[in-house]
């Protein structure tokens, strides 16, 4: 057999144009075509870039706000707390599955 002779995988013998292909080209065209102008692309990513200040300023803040620092470290007891019950009971169940019955 030579090279020429085989067939790529998942290439149809005999058919031209792969129909799902063509489909997949035409949707791609449709959205490409789609697409906002440069002014409306730079002005979108210009608010992104705002609110993304904006959203690390008011981050910023609140971690020298006292009761937040004390709601955080409860959350994060809290978590801690939960975490190591959920730990505790995984092994205490790990331990009956693997320990031997005495007969």
Known sequence: MTLSSRRRPG????????PLGLKLK?????????R????????ALEALRESVDEAFDA???????EAVKDD???VA???RDALSTTFA???????GCFKREDK
């Open 11 to 18: 290439r149809r013998r005999g058919v031209g144009h792969d």
């Open 26 to 34: 035409l949707h791609y065209e449709q959205a490409a075509g789609a």
């Open 36 to 43: 906002p102008d440069d002014a409306s692309m730079k002005k």
């Open 59 to 65: 981050v910023g803040n609140a971690v020298k706000d």
């Open 72 to 74: 955080a470290r409860d």
């Open 77 to 79: 007891r809290a978590l």
């Open 89 to 95: 009971e995984a092994s205490e169940d790990l331990r």
